[in-house]
Nanobody, 121 residues
Framework: QVQLVESGGGLVQAGGSLRLSCAASGSFYSINAMAWYRQAPGKQRELVAGITSGGSTNYADFVKGRFTISRDNAKNTVYLQMSSLKPEDTAVYYC???????????????WGQGTQVTVSS
């Protein structure tokens, strides 16, 4: 059974930094794209940043220059370094991984349970 486990959320003052981690465990062939999403109360879940297996990245405009996504393929882990945090960044952050399972090598998206990030003003 594949699981994604996030960590690193918490309470931080505006202007501060946090680093989120998301590790995949279980039996699978490989991990393709990975991404971070967030969902604030009363709002839809939105893409924050994504990274391909080769390391290409993309970011939502509202985090460009402040957040950095990276991954360690040997550890099956994706990270989100968040800097210059703002109160509007407050949300539950979720990681998603496109995982290629063993034969017949079908791909499926898995989600983590979410980690709360709260930025105080």
């Amino acid at each position: 059974q594949v699981q994604l486990v996030e960590s690193g959320g918490g309470l931080v003052q505006a202007g501060g930094s946090l680093r989120l981690s998301c590790a995949a465990s279980g039996s699978f062939y490989s991990i393709n794209a990975m991404a971070w999403y967030r969902q604030a109360p009363g709002k839809q879940r939105e893409l924050v940043a994504g990274i391909t297996s080769g390391g290409s990245t993309n970011y939502a405009d509202f985090v460009k220059g402040r957040f950095t996504i990276s991954r360690d393929n040997a550890k099956n882990t994706v990270y989100l370094q968040m800097s210059s945090l703002k109160p509007e960044d407050t949300a539950v952050y979720y990681c998603k991984a496109a995982i290629l399972r063993h034969w017949p090598y079908t791909e499926r998206d898995y989600w983590g349970q979410g980690t709360q990030v709260t930025v105080s003003s």
